[in-house]
């Protein structure tokens, strides 16, 4: 097969990850006999420093063109003091989700066997979590208008909206994935308060007949948040709008015991992008030491969803595995062991492939 990947490294230690994700393509390309072409371009404060703009007009081409979007990471510390920066490289992670329709965020949760001692849950908890959660990400309060402050500025305001079309296919897409798995849905709302839950229940339920397969269960999003951390294999596929999936899928990400290892797609009709979960972690930016496998668990994850190559994404998976239980591992998960270089474990997971 042939195929166009955009390469979008970003900001801190972006650029690092996704060279070890690049190695790791690459291995997979040349043993299956696909052509891969890379087009790179610039994102968040890297490109605020080039162009001005986080998102530039020439990265959006470079992502239109593109099969898929492998993204590293966004944000500088420089803009985090300042609330009252005109421009932050968060803006364009935002844009990047809007202008590409990446109206789904596919964040599995799920442990490695050598790794669930480090997780701060106890082991009888976690071992065996699968879950993923299918987080809306073009609209809700990150996107509502209006938005903004009084004339005075003494009072401040968001808008949560959600129209009847965003729940159905976010909710569908939720639905399908289900189907594939253990055919249970949980629909995460705040539906005893809010005006947009309970339209987003009311979709729900009107859909369900449709999957008479998948089990659905409502839980409201408090419930879930203590749910998640004390039974987490109580849940499959979970649904729900943005606000609530980005702060769960961060509480989820604890129960693997490394946010560094967690990977994500993002995916709308047209478009689909790839990246690990965690940030920039500009304290470790050009050290070499950053832990490539979010990244890495990524391009597997693109392999699957954007060219429906589940083999090759299991290739990447399994070697990833291999390289825990090896211990080739960068010093965030060697505990005392020998600690390997970012580059040293992109080399060892590419010469293993
Ligand atoms: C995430 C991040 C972003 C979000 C930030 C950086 C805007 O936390 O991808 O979860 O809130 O969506
Ligand atoms: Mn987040």
């Not at 693997?256 to 470790?284: C, R, V, W």
């Not at 693109?302 to 595995?321: C, G, H, P, Q, W």
Request: proline fraction near 5%.
């Amino acid at each position: 097969m042939e195929m166009n990947i955009a390469l979008l490294p970003g900001d801190g230690i972006g650029p690092e990850v996704i060279a070890q994700a690049v190695k790791v393509v690459k291995a997979v390309a040349e043993k299956f006999g696909h052509t891969i072409h890379f087009e790179e371009a610039p994102v968040g404060a890297a490109a605020i420093d080039l162009t001005g703009n986080p998102y530039p007009d020439e990265t959006h081409e470079v992502c239109l063109r593109a099969d898929a979007v492998l993204f590293g990471a966004i944000g500088d510390p420089k803009y985090d003091n300042d609330p009252k920066a005109k421009v932050r490289p968060e803006q364009g992670l935002l844009a990047m989700r809007k202008k590409l329709g990446l109206f789904a965020n596919v964040r599995p949760t799920f442990t490695f066997p050598s790794l669930v001692h480090k997780s701060p849950l106890k082991l009888d908890r976690i071992e065996g979590v699968d879950l993923v959660f299918f987080r809306e990400l073009t609209g809700g309060i990150y996107f509502g208008e209006p938005r903004g402050r009084n004339e005075q500025g003494t009072k401040a305001f968001d808008t949560n909206v959600y129209s009847k079309e965003e729940i159905t296919r976010l909710a569908r897409m939720g639905f399908e994935a289900a189907q594939k798995r253990r055919k249970l849905l949980t629909c995460v709302d705040k539906a005893n308060v809010l005006a947009t839950s309970r339209l987003w229940r009311e979709t729900v339920q009107e859909l369900a007949p449709e999957y008479p397969d998948v089990k659905v269960e409502y839980e409201f999003v408090d419930a879930v948040a203590m749910r998640l951390i004390q039974w987490p294999k109580a849940y499959d596929v979970l649904i729900t709008e943005n606000l609530f999936g980005d702060i769960l899928t961060d509480e989820a990400s604890v129960i693997s015991g490394s946010m560094g290892l967690m990977p994500s797609a993002s995916l709308g009709t047209d478009n689909k992008l790839f990246e690990p979960i965690h940030g920039s972690y500009p304290q470790a930016a050009g050290k070499d030491i950053a832990n490539p496998l979010g990244t890495i668990l990524s391009a597997a994850m693109m392999f699957e969803y954007a060219f429906d190559l589940r083999e090759e994404a299991k290739t990447i998976s399994d070697i990833v595995n291999r390289s825990l239980a090896e211990g080739i591992v960068t010093e965030d998960i060697a505990e005392g062991g020998k600690a390997y270089k970012t580059s040293e474990v992109g080399d060892w997971l590419a010469a293993n492939i």
